[in-house]
């Protein structure tokens, strides 16, 4: 099991997060980058590149552990924000490791 | 792509030669490949530099690296946006914050075009601009936005517009509305004619409402606000007159359908406002019509009734395959008409024509919308849903909205997500 800590890169998100963990098989999965960059056009209308932490946190770059983790916990409603929620409610374990594998590859 | 990274190494070609090779490659590799008669390069020509059209025209050049030629054809060479052109009014923004320029999609490999398209030949597959010259489309995407429904409010008219502005397209308008807002006399009162359904942004008059208030508030306090409304309700309504009531108490009295709302007439000339039968003097009349697609869409012959019916999975219309209608002036179903959405529907609209002149992978449809708005400093509400196609339309699957009585915390960090979303679908749409 891998505990989620918070955002590397944005230890505001990271302070009011609850413990929350996802099955070692679900981290497992690996995603489909290509699909991947499909999806993340849907997050990008929010999610600056980069910049203010102020708002919406910027998600480019992120370890697919850590976003994983933040996914499911929205899904699961472990997280509070309602966009999120809806936003992370309909994508499948299959959806959020792409959505991982890309926003992962900004980063490099 | 794959086979171009795999070229790397052996050929040594310069990037345009070796793009055009690419392009080649794929039409011999993959069966859907439409390709151009004699022009190598299959080509979109985008109409409409906004929301959907932006967005559509950067994504369709970015993502092809070179294999589509993207021509996108925009009449004003700064785009200024709908969206939070009422935190200009409310003083939160400057005019200059809401103005864009084509700069970056030209960088992005978007040929962009300074005119204003007034033709499609759906059969020769042409699109004529004003300045003469004609474009040749193997995929034509319409974002023209909306235009005004004609008389839709006796006694006004586009030639009324300076002096009763709409402030429903940005830009001189927005800027005309805001100087009279400024100009008025002291215990003077602003009137809002507000547009029937369907039409752009539906919280749009209402935040605008609350950001007349909040100017009228701060600078003009004895003045008066009046909406005549010819609906019974309005998107969230409950947030608005929760707001209003705490912020703005006996400044501002919506007249809805109920009260008559819907019956009015203006007289440009005279400065008056008609509700109901009875005439009243205002200082400021901001008239919001009823809407239609922008009048290119009805051109191409895409349009049934007022807006252009469209096909959910990609964006084409039901009149033809080969053109797709994005944004305010689609028929699509259940999403508002809405920045958000238009961006939303260019992302599954870029991908499926991509797809369908290069080969390169179809995704499923997906779309969402949330739309925030402003009632008064740092107290920003939202509205968003996600949406799916089927056979018969862009159906809504799931949704949300702010709560009233939410705390000041709450509200003020809705409000910043807000400005987030704001430098972040711009630098979607113009990169
Ligand atoms: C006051 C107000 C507030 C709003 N607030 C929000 C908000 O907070 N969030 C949100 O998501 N949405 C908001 N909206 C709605 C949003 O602005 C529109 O829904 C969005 O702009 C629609 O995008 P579009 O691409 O369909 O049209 P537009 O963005 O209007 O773009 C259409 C473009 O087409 C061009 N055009 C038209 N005809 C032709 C032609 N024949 N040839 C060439 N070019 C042509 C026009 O010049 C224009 O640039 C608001 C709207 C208003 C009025």
Redesign the pocket.
Known sequence: MRTWAGFAKNEEVAKTAPAFTVAPQVLAIRGDIEYGAYLASGCITCHQPGGNTDGIPPIAGLEAGIFVTALHAYRQKHRDNPVMQLVAGRLTDDEIAALAAYFETLGK | MKHMQGARPEMKLDRRLFLGASAAASAVLCAPCVLADGHGRPRVVV?????????AARYIARDSRGAVDVTL????RS?Y??????LYLGGFKEIGDIGHTYGGLTAGGVNVVH????GVDRTARTVT??GGSVLKYDRLI??????FVEMSVPGWDISSQNLMPH????GSQ?ELLKARLMAMPDGGVFAMVAPPNPY??P???Y??VSMVAHYLKANNPTAKIIVADPKPKFSKMALFQEGWANHYAGMIDWIGEEFGGGNVGVDPAAGTLTIDGEKTRVDVCNV?PAMKA???AD?AGVTDGNWAPVNAADMSTRADPDIHV?????QQGDM????????SQ?KVCANAVRGALTGSRVFPAKFS?????LIDTNDGVKVGATYEATEEKIARVDGFISQTGESAEVRRVTYEE?ES??AA?TADMFG
């Open positions: 109409v409409g530099g906004g929301a959907g059209g932006a967005t054809v925009e009449p004003t785009y946006t709908c969206f939070f052109s009422n005119d204003h398209a007034i601009l004003a319409l974002a023209p936005g909306i235009d402030a429903y397209k940005a927005t752009r942004c919280p749009g008059p935040e605008r919001i922008g009048r290119i051109i994005l944004g305010d002036a689609s508002p008409k809405s920045g958000f959405s238009a961006n260019a919308n949330t739309c925030w708005s807000s979303w704001y679908i």
